[in-house]
């Protein structure tokens, strides 16, 4: 009789162990962000390449500028058209990220130096992310410059720049 139990407390533990993992498993929603994160930092290495650019954005993606609603193909259109009004040098002076299940939150200031004046410029955004199919794709982003004088804005603070 021991031995039946032994074979029913074996294949229970079996059975149910793999569907509480994840729930067991406190660093999931870290490594998540750590996901979301490298994909920003793609984003942001690659945002002069449309063929990078096209794989991390979803078809329903959204831009939102202050000249209106950018869909995704029209993003693409303009990187393809202005490849060289990006920054030489450019950083993630904060990156933040929040998970909600499928959905990411993505806030953070980018750092970037080169631009066609030589001035030092920053721009505040959030992009929202969904994971599809196992891959993050970002479905909205949107800028916006911060005021003069609010933050570091001389230095970047973490991080690398890429050049």
């Not at 031995?3 to 406190?26: E, I, N, Q």
């Given at each position: 009789?021991?031995?039946?139990?032994?074979?029913?407390?074996?294949?229970?533990?079996?059975?149910v162990t793999p569907v509480y993992a994840p729930v067991w498993a406190g660093d999931?929603?870290?490594?998540?962000?750590?996901?979301?994160?490298?994909?920003?930092?793609?984003?942001?290495?690659?945002?002069?390449?449309?063929?990078?650019?096209?794989?991390?954005?979803?078809?329903?993606?959204?831009?939102?500028?202050?000249?209106?609603?950018?869909?995704?193909?029209?993003?693409?259109?303009?990187?393809?058209?202005?490849?060289?009004?990006?920054?030489?040098?450019?950083?993630?002076?904060?990156?933040?990220?929040?998970?909600?299940?499928?959905?990411?939150?993505?806030?953070?200031?980018?750092?970037?130096?080169?631009?066609?004046?030589?001035?030092?410029?920053?721009?505040?955004?959030?992009?929202?992310?969904?994971?599809?199919?196992?891959?993050?794709?970002?479905?909205?982003?949107?800028?916006?410059?911060?005021?003069?004088?609010?933050?570091?804005?001389?230095?970047?603070?973490?991080?690398?720049?890429?050049?």
């Amino acid at each position: 009789m021991n031995r039946w139990v032994c074979v029913l407390r074996t294949f229970w533990f079996a059975l149910v162990t793999p569907v509480y993992a994840p729930v067991w498993a406190g660093d999931q929603p870290h490594t998540m962000a750590e996901d979301v994160m490298a994909v920003e930092r793609r984003w942001l290495a690659n945002e002069d390449r449309p063929d990078v650019v096209k794989s991390i954005l979803a078809d329903d993606f959204v831009h939102v500028l202050p000249i209106g609603f950018i869909s995704k193909d029209d993003h693409l259109e303009f990187v393809r058209k202005h490849r060289n009004i990006f920054p030489r040098t450019r950083c993630f002076e904060e990156l933040r990220v929040r998970i909600y299940g499928e959905v990411a939150i993505a806030t953070g200031i980018v750092y970037a130096v080169g631009n066609s004046d030589g001035k030092p410029k920053r721009t505040a955004f959030t992009d929202v992310f969904i994971l599809r199919a196992g891959k993050w794709l970002a479905v909205n982003a949107q800028e916006i410059s911060p005021e003069p004088g609010s933050g570091s804005g001389s230095k970047p603070v973490g991080g690398t720049c890429l050049k």
